[in-house]
Every structure is written in structure tokens, then in C-alpha cells.
Nanobody
Framework: QVQFVESGGGLVQPGGSLKLSCAVS????????MAWYRQTPGKQRELVAS??????NYADSVEGRFTISRDNAKNTVYLQMNSLASEDTAVYFCNKRSPGPFATWGQGTQVMVSS
């Protein structure tokens, strides 16, 4: 059974940085395009960044500030977030790039950007 365990969130001041980690079990991430998503109360989960092979893609709102990476040996996906702003406040999740409607999701990790 696939599991995603996100970590690394927290409270950070505007302009600060955080690095999120997602430990994956049950599948080998080397076989799948992977992604980070985020969700705020009352809104749908949105795609933030994805990595397909060596190619990365980002939402316009995070382009140039966030970097997604993966360590296949550790079966872990990362999201380096720089120049954080209040609009980045959300719960962040990782999953496959196209998880499908019945996909398993982790608990996510809360990121709060506030002074």
C-alpha cells in the first residue's frame, strides 16, 4: 500500500525559506512522475511543482522560487521553497503527478508564512 509522509513545514517569516520532504513507501518513485500540491481551506488542491524524469515544471505563482527534486535511492521527494510569501501559506502534499480520484494522500505538512 502506497504511503506518503510529508514533513518540514512550519512557521516562517515572509522572505524566508523551508525545505519540505516526502518519504514514499509502497512504490518506487523512480517509476513515476511525482509532484507537490498545496491546499488552503475552502479551495481545491492545486499543483505546485512536478518532476518527470529530469524535467521539472512549476505553477506560475512559484516559478523561480520553488525547486522540486527527488532522491530515488531514499525514495523521497523534496520541495525547496525560497522567498516565501503569505500566499504560500497552505498544507502541502506530495503524490504522483496524476494521482487519480481514488488516490491515497498523506497528512500533508502545514506551511505558514507570517510576520
Amino acid at each position: 500500500q502506497v504511503q506518503f509522509v510529508e514533513s518540514g513545514g512550519g512557521l516562517v517569516q515572509p522572505g524566508g525559506s523551508l525545505k519540505l520532504s516526502c518519504a514514499v513507501s509502497g512504490i518506487s518513485i523512480s517509476w513515476y512522475p511525482m509532484a507537490w500540491y498545496r491546499q488552503t481551506p475552502g479551495k481545491q488542491r492545486e499543483l505546485v511543482a512536478s518532476i518527470i524524469g529530469g524535467t521539472t515544471n512549476y505553477a506560475d505563482s512559484v516559478e523561480g522560487r520553488f525547486t522540486i527534486s527527488r532522491d530515488n535511492a531514499k525514495n523521497t521527494v523534496y520541495l525547496q521553497m525560497n522567498s516565501l510569501a503569505s500566499e504560500d501559506t497552505a498544507v502541502y502534499f506530495c503524490n504522483k503527478r496524476s494521482p487519480g480520484p481514488f488516490a491515497t494522500w498523506g497528512q500533508g505538512t502545514q506551511v505558514m508564512v507570517s510576520s
